[in-house]
């Protein structure tokens, strides 16, 4: 019992005395662990629909967080699809038509093969520090 209540005595002093990182820190530090200038992913998305459920696969090249070319591994009748973004512009390059599409404006919010992704949200590498701001409890 002695031991019960030293411990719980010595917890609650080492608390009370602790300091804890900033917020802005946290961010940072998750920033440094998941965000790179430049990189290559494979991405797999389960779009869950009304009547069916379909699984695509994408392979993306990142350049300078800015730029980025994705091409479409899965399935079959979407294989080959391309996106790059340069900046702010984007075009999608689509084998079954042989013709290249511009998405600019409004059609940049419009969803991503009937996922709840807008082109904007697929195509963003936003750091953490950038989209949201860390403020202390009162």
């Not at 079959?76 to 042989?98: C, F, Q, V």
């Not at 919010?109 to 009162?138: C, H, I, T, W």
Request: glycine share 4%.
């Amino acid at each position: 019992m002695k031991k019960l209540i030293l411990f719980l005595f010595i917890t609650v002093f080492v608390n009370l005395f602790a300091e804890y990182p900033k917020g802005d820190e946290i961010l940072k530090k998750i920033d440094s662990n998941i965000f790179s200038e430049n990189q290559i992913s494979v991405v797999q998305m389960i779009i869950h629909g009304k009547r069916f459920s379909k699984t695509m696969k994408v392979k993306t090249w990142t350049r300078n967080g800015t730029d980025s070319f994705s091409e479409y591994l899965y399935p079959a009748s979407d294989r080959g699809t391309k996106m790059l973004r340069l900046a702010n512009k984007l075009w999608i390059y689509n084998p079954k038509a042989d013709r290249i599409i511009p998405i600019s404006g409004h059609m940049l919010r419009q969803s991503v093969m009937g996922s709840d992704l807008s082109y904007e949200d697929f195509m963003e590498s936003k750091r953490l520090k950038d989209s949201y701001s860390a403020v202390a409890p009162n």
